[in-house]
């Protein structure tokens, strides 16, 4: 039997960044996974570059049925407790649109990082390793029975992530132990997902695959402007993902396909100017024709602006200020980047992240129901939850 006073399951971003501050207070610290690798989400994020953290983080930025609960980690350690850590560590990194961070090189620099700083801690991390069953001591502390044998631990903490991208390892461990403490569990479900399509709508647009264009997209409640691209089986790109978060099973999406276009004002000026004119033409400028001829029929495209009556031009305005489409579906966790729901924030502490009916029990990271938006809010809630929860066990 091998003890140590904290045992951490998931060598994740959280995880990892528990471990860090753990073992930086002088506690003897495991760190298990059934991986061969560590941080295998953080090396192919953002295109194998990381998106490591955003330069504006609030509470806004994130889904929970507690809307509130972020809050004390992310102000405590912040966007910049990171930047500056990777900073430290001498690491290049960039500014792309929305102020999402991104290394110059690799994302095996966040990693190398943070491997880096387990060892100045001395963090002990074990691989390829099973969890087989977790029980709570009599006194105090946890016993877990592994693959390679019985370890004990004062302090257990959950890292173990969502469901998302089962291919790299994801599981329900994290749920199943919550449930083994009686611990509520909100449904989880695919977020920053694609969209598939019915079978009409898919064939329909299925020549449009490859084509981007920026939009606003709307649910009842919630709205993005960002880039929407179409895809052989249904809608991609940040705008899609983005919403796919806040979608509901049925509900129809709202795009606004010409933002910038106040498409009546447009129409007036050419039935005054260029009369002679064809819509193909007029819109042509400003959407991309496989598009065009996908919406209308080629007898409205072809009609010149001064035979447009106005109901038409009403009509083709709201079809691309307002395209209604609804969705088949998404694609599910496959390809989702994180899992929406998980553990009840109401059995948390928001400033230790320790379970508060069961003691030495702590969540951290993704499998607790905070959600982030696409752009680093995720990375920046697992190093927040990361490091509170690493103050304390």
Known sequence: MTEYDVLIIGASASGLMCAVEAGKRGRQVLVLDHANKVAKKILMSGGGRC??????????????????????????????????????????????????????DSAKDIRDMLLAECRQANVDIKLQTEIQSVAKLPAAGYALETSNGVVTCTSLVIASGGLSIPKMGATPFGYKVAEQFGIKVWPPVAGLVAFTLHDKDKARFAELSGIALECIVSTAQHSFRENLLFTHRGLSGPAMLQISSYWQPGETLHINLLPEVGLMGLFAQRQQ?????????????????????????????????????TQQCQWMAGQLHDWCIQPNGTEGYRTAEVTVGGIDTNALSSKTLE???????????????????????????????????????
Request: hydrophobic share 40%; proline share 2%.
């Open 51 to 104: 998106n490591f953290t955003n330069l504006d983080v609030s509470a806004e930025n994130y889904i929970s049925h507690n809307p509130h609960f972020c809050k004390s980690a992310l102000s405590r350690f912040t966007q910049w407790d990171f930047i500056a850590m990777v900073e430290d560590h001498k690491i290049p990194y960039h500014e792309r649109e929305h102020g999402q961070l991104f290394c110059n």
């Open 273 to 309: 100017q260029a009369v002679r004119q064809q819509v193909k033409t007029v819109l042509g400028k400003y959407l991309p024709k496989r598009l065009l001829t996908a919406i209308f029929d080629s007898g409205l495209l072809e009609q010149t602006m001064g035979s447009l009556s």
């Open 355 to 393: 379970c508060k009916a069961t003691a030495g029990l702590y969540f951290i990271g993704e499998v607790v129901d905070v959600t982030g938006w696409l752009g680093g809010y995720n990375f920046q809630w697992a190093w927040a939850s990361g490091w509170c929860a690493g103050q304390y066990v």
